[in-house]
């Protein structure tokens, strides 16, 4: 059985689809197939013209094979009352972007659902994203069986539970938000989980990462190919 990986392009969104689908088409170009794209659904202030377009560049991604997956709501967290102290602590380390973390069960699925009907207007499509991925991977203790729940993949920094319930050991490079002088040892390590014989590791990019390190992240997919591995999607797990 093959070796695989997971290609993620997070933040994808009615505020950056401009900027960010020439990428996209660059990094298929690059592996040579589409791959996952986290999409954040809220477009509650953008123009009638914005939303269009985002939902014209959505429809072509779809169609062109890439996998479109459920990132968060808004990708912004909001006071809670239902936050725990170490929600409130996920927040600040994000720089409020820790959408699902610490939340209490109902202030939870509130949000879940709130993602979900906005995925469900976005695309004027009764069914659900083939995963969903909480914004920077903070959650709560009953997010992943409310994801499950709606038979959708969950992930989180380490692992990946698909919605037949299995669970993936499932190593992540990401290099968003990290100061300069971690980023080469970030790098690295993505070569080594990438080389490793087990597990499936990911690389999660994001729209910060272009273009200032953008070469460095093609050497990083090359050496994914170049290491044996084939790259796979949410659904095909």
């Known amino acids: 059985m093959a ?17 960010v689908t020439p990428i996209l088409e660059e990094l298929r170009d690059l592996t040579g197939h589409p791959f996952s794209v986290l999409v954040i659904p809220e477009t509650e202030k953008a ?33 809670s009352q239902g936050r725990s102290y ?30 979900i009907a906005a995925w ?4 004027d499509e009764p069914e659900r ?10 959650s709560n203790k009953f997010l992943p069986s409310q994801v499950h729940a709606e038979k959708m993949l969950y992930e989180d920094r380490f692992s990946l539970l698909s919605a037949k319930g299995k669970r993936y050991v499932s190593p992540v490079a990401s290099f968003a938000g990290i100061l300069d002088f971690l ?13 490793l014989p087990v597990g499936l590791p990911r690389i999660a990019l ?3 990462d272009f273009p200032e390190r953008g070469a460095a992240v093609h050497d990083l997919i090359r050496t994914a190919l170049h290491s044996g591995r084939q790259l796979t ?5």
Do not use: Q
Request: charged fraction near 25%; charge should be neutral; aromatic fraction near 16%.
């Open 47 to 79: 123009s009638p013209e914005a939303v269009e377009g985002f939902r014209e560049a959505l429809g072509k991604l779809k169609a062109e094979g890439f996998e479109l997956a459920l990132h968060g709501y808004k990708h912004k967290a909001e006071f």
């Open 3 to 19: 070796r695989k990986f997971l290609l993620c392009f997070h933040d994808f969104s009615v505020w950056n689809y401009r900027k």
């Open 86 to 115: 170490m929600g409130i602590i996920g927040m600040n380390l994000t720089h409020g972007e820790a959408e699902f973390a610490g939340l209490s069960e109902y202030e939870s699925s509130r949000l879940l659902h709130a993602g």
């Open 206 to 208: 994001h729209p910060v």
């Open 120 to 123: 469900k207007e976005l695309f």
């Open 129 to 138: 994203p083939v995963a969903f991925i909480p914004p920077t991977w903070y």
């Open 233 to 237: 999607l949410y659904r095909e797990l």
């Open 183 to 195: 980023v080469k040892p970030a790098f690295k390590f993505g070569e080594f989980v990438l080389k």
